[in-house]
């Protein structure tokens, strides 16, 4: 039921031969010893945000090769757990800094939007002439004919 293998329990009890009560028993005591246990066939990324913070306080004083370590027995990445820590760690960001931030991308990103309608204007005027300029070739051309060569 452990990482990385991470079976469901349904399916450790009819291999073992274990019922299903005694494995949910089991998984639960770890749970609340703090130790990360799906045990639900999901992967990393699908694990529960309790299961991720686990993992997060499991691993906070390990080196880069106590981590890598326990990783590689939980069937984890680094970068996940990398990734896991800074969204702990934001989770408890002032309010302040959150919205400071939060304004800062919402400005970056109405300029990003200006800029890119500005570009689908000019394409915009640009295919509307191209269009308009093979009409009136097209209409030049049933008026007088194709144009002869000398």
């Known amino acids: 039921?452990?990482?990385?293998?991470?079976?469901?329990?349904?399916?450790?009890?009819?291999?073992?031969?274990?019922?299903?009560?005694?494995?949910?028993?089991w998984?639960?005591?770890?749970?609340s010893q703090g130790v990360p246990v799906p045990g639900n066939g999901k992967n990393a990324v699908e694990?529960?945000?309790?299961?991720?913070?686990?993992?997060?306080?499991?691993?906070?004083r390990m080196n880069e090769a106590e981590l890598?370590?326990?990783?590689?027995?939980?069937?984890?990445?680094?970068?996940?757990?990398?990734?896991?820590?800074?969204?702990?760690?934001?989770?408890?960001?002032?309010?302040?800094e959150l919205k400071r931030e939060f304004r800062e991308q919402s400005k970056s990103d109405r300029k990003q939007i200006k800029q890119l309608q500005k570009d689908l204007q000019r394409k915009e005027k640009a295919?509307?002439?191209?269009?308009?300029?093979?009409?009136l070739r097209k209409k030049a051309q049933a008026i007088w004919g194709e144009p002869e060569d000398d």
């Open 68 to 96: 890598a370590e326990y990783c590689r027995s939980k069937g984890l990445f680094v970068e996940q757990v990398a990734d896991w820590r800074e969204v702990c760690l934001q989770a408890n960001a002032a309010p302040g």
């Open 47 to 60: 694990w529960s945000s309790a299961d991720k913070f686990g993992v997060v306080l499991e691993t906070a």
């Open 127 to 135: 295919l509307a002439e191209a269009a308009a300029l093979i009409i």
């Open 1 to 25: 039921m452990m990482p990385p293998e991470n079976k469901p329990v349904s399916e450790l009890a009819k291999e073992n031969g274990i019922s299903e009560q005694t494995l949910y028993t």
């Open 27 to 31: 998984r639960r005591n770890l749970k």
